[in-house]
Structure formats: C-alpha cells, structure tokens
C-alpha cells in the first residue's frame, strides 16, 4: 500500500462522495472546485489523477486552476470515474439577475 494514504474509513469516504454529489446538485462547486475535489477523493496527485482519466496533465493543471477551456469529452473523461457526465443544465436565476428576458 502507498504510504501516503492514509487509510479512509467506508462511511466517511461515502459521507464525502455524498457530499461532494449534493453540493454539484445544489451548483455550489464550480468547476475548477469540482475536479479538485474529485481528485482528492480519489487520493491521486495530479499526474496521477490525469494519466487515470487519459487526459494531460496541462489541462488537469489548468482545470485545477480555473483557466482551462476543456472539451466536453476532457470533462466526461474525468467527471466519468464518479457516475457523472457533462450535460447542459438550467442556470439557476437569482433575484437581482432576472430571467433575462
């Protein structure tokens, strides 16, 4: 076993991936919060994390900073490992924005 992982307790684990579903469900996470937290919970560095999901490590760099402009099939790539995929959704309307029409 990797000596830097530390074992993770099965319902605590659960508890994070739980948590992790509710917050995109709720759009809490954007994107850039979403792969990190991904990755993490996949205990995988970067380099690993991005030769898993068969994408480069630039552009899991880039995602992971913000700046990154992925092709939907980068974010099925990586979002996949957590029974998710890229989809359009409705944005959510606050009350000072409108609905713009």
Known sequence: ???R???VDPA???AQ???MY???QRGELNLR???RTMRRLSQLTQPEFAKHRGISLDSLRSLEAGTGNPTVETLNKVVSIFGLEV???P???TPLQGDGR
Do not use: I
């Open 5 to 7: 992982l530390k074992p």
């Open 17 to 19: 991936r739980d948590d």
């Open 12 to 14: 605590v684990e659960r």
């Open 33 to 35: 919060e979403a792969v």
């Open 22 to 24: 509710r917050r995109l």
């Open 87 to 89: 989809g359009f959704v």
């Open 1 to 3: 076993m990797d000596k």
């Open 91 to 93: 944005r959510r309307v």
